[in-house]
């Protein structure tokens, strides 16, 4: 019998794969998704628009215009780029477009959710490519300083956003993920694991954690977070 069929009636799930970029995380649940024989259905669950395969059509339109605008700015004249309004419009007009972006990021957000909730209603396990909440834990929920659109976004992926029925967070030292990927620096990849490490024991994640070494061959990795799968499908 293979994975496929011993899972199949069985209640669906959902697990996220969480971790620095560089972590391997779409190569993980792109692979969990075709070469395993598990039931996956396989979801990005980030902010970028070109990683996106679910996507609200807003959301493609305010990246298109953000596209625009930044290409427009780059090639007006300086004083253009100052602006002539004055700073009460300014501000209005910035506050307008926070309120706007707020708005369309939790309607995004719930968009994937209720895709997701389809496919687990249907047997499906869900591989999340990142989470939401775990990606903005640091900075909307637990960050200082936090102005009013984040602290209103974070209350909502504590309080009412569902979680994952699984995390599992691909680890590597920031050395290595620095290597592949080239982004940030050593400091910043160190921080912002320590920060995903920590998420184990926060209060309020309240599911399963499981940590899979990242610095072993992508194989190796689909491997054990395949494992990890398949005891969860047979617990449930």
Not at 110 to 127: E, K
Not at 133 to 147: I, K, N, Q, S
Not at 161 to 181: C, H, I, N, T
Request: glycine fraction near 8%; aromatic fraction near 6%; charged fraction near 25%.
């Amino acid at each position: 019998m293979t994975a496929r069929s011993a899972c199949r009636g069985r209640p669906g799930f959902s697990v996220a794969l969480v971790g620095c970029d560089g972590a391997g995380k779409t190569t993980v649940g792109r692979a969990l998704e075709h070469a395993t024989g598990l039931p996956v259905r396989y979801l990005y669950m980030g902010v970028s628009a070109e990683s996106s395969n679910r996507q609200l059509p807003s959301t493609r339109i305010a990246h298109a215009i953000k596209r625009r605008a930044a290409a427009t700015q780059r090639h007006a004249p300086a004083e253009a780029r100052r602006g002539a309004r004055p700073r009460g419009v300014r501000r209005a007009c910035r506050a307008g477009r926070s309120a706007l972006r707020l708005a369309n990021r939790l309607a995004e957000e719930w968009y994937r959710q209720l895709i997701a909730q389809a496919f687990v209603t249907r047997g499906s396990i869900v591989v999340f490519d990142r989470h939401f909440l775990a990606d903005y834990h640091a900075f909307d929920v637990a960050g200082a300083g936090r102005p009013l659109s984040r602290r209103i976004h974070g209350w909502m992926l504590m309080h009412a956003y569902p979680r994952p029925d699984l995390v599992v967070l691909l680890d590597a030292p920031p050395e290595v993920l620095f290597a592949r990927k080239g982004e940030g620096t050593l400091a910043s990849l160190a921080r912002r694991r320590e920060q995903y490490l920590r998420l184990a024991d926060t209060s309020g994640i309240d599911c399963a954690f499981a940590v899979v070494s990242a610095t072993q061959p992508v194989d190796a990795v689909v491997a054990d977070v395949a494992e990890i799968v398949r005891k969860a499908a047979t617990g449930r």
